[in-house]
């Protein structure tokens, strides 16, 4: 079974400073790993995703993401917050077992608020 | 490429009627998902589709809800009767085969 435990509910920056949201997960395969953003009343954009390739992945808006196998996390980071960027952020991970016809299964986070602030 | 679209982008009826979301997926994707969003359960999977036909339904709640894919360029999440707590965001998304999802806007529905 896989599941994506994100630390920090609720995270709030000044803006131009670095973001940190944090993200660990648990999967008995090598796991494909992404993050969505959700802006007020939108739908889930895709903002990065990693797939057993490099372990830093740069995604839009600024966004990189890490893998570390050995700490089993996945945080998404970004030098310097903009006010743009306050919204809600989804870590998701996607199982690998597959038969023919089937799709992978996203399992979501809880979700992290980012507010930047002044 | 206009991405998902979804229809309405809101709703609200009332407790008893019969209700109908829409999507279109990205053309030529082939697998279609729909999922609901409400604060208290997050994002679930309701129901996907590979090729036009229903391969996972274990997420629907229950027998009020159904799903039909028609063709490769229309789906439909019907709930009837519905009811107070069907109230959420619907959610619908589309993929090319791999890992990643694309989402639509989504529908807000509000049963009074």
């Known amino acids: 079974a896989q599941s994506v435990t994100q630390l920090d509910s609720h995270v709030s920056v000044s803006e131009g400073t670095p973001v940190l949201l944090r993200c660990n997960y648990s999967?008995?395969?090598?796991?494909?790993l992404f993050w969505y953003v959700q802006h007020p009343n939108k739908g889930l954009q895709l903002l990065l995703k990693y797939t057993s390739a490099a372990t830093l992945v740069k995604g839009i808006n600024g966004f990189e993401a890490e893998f570390k196998k050995s700490e089993t996390s996945f945080h998404l980071t970004k030098p310097s917050a903009h006010m743009s960027d306050a919204a809600e952020y989804f870590c998701v991970v996607s199982d690998l077992v597959r038969r023919t016809g089937t799709a992978s299964k996203l399992t979501f986070g809880t979700g992290t608020r980012l507010q930047v602030t002044l | 490429d206009a991405g998902v679209i979804q229809s309405p982008r809101h709703e609200v009826t009332e407790m008893g009627q019969e209700v109908t979301l829409r999507c279109k997926p990205i053309?030529?994707?082939?697998?279609l998902f729909w999922y609901r969003q409400t604060m208290m359960r997050g994002l679930e999977l309701l129901i996907y589709f590979n090729n036009n036909v229903p391969i996972d339904d274990s997420g629907m709640p229950e027998d009020r809800f159904s799903a039909k894919m028609p063709n490769a360029s229309f789906s439909t999440l019907k709930i009837q009767p519905s009811e107070p707590r069907d109230s959420a965001v619907y959610f619908c998304a589309s993929s090319p085969g791999r890992d990643t999802q694309y989402f639509g806007p989504g529908t807000r529905l509000t049963v009074l």
């Open positions: 053309s030529g994707h082939d697998y």
């Open positions: 999967s008995s395969y090598s796991p494909s």
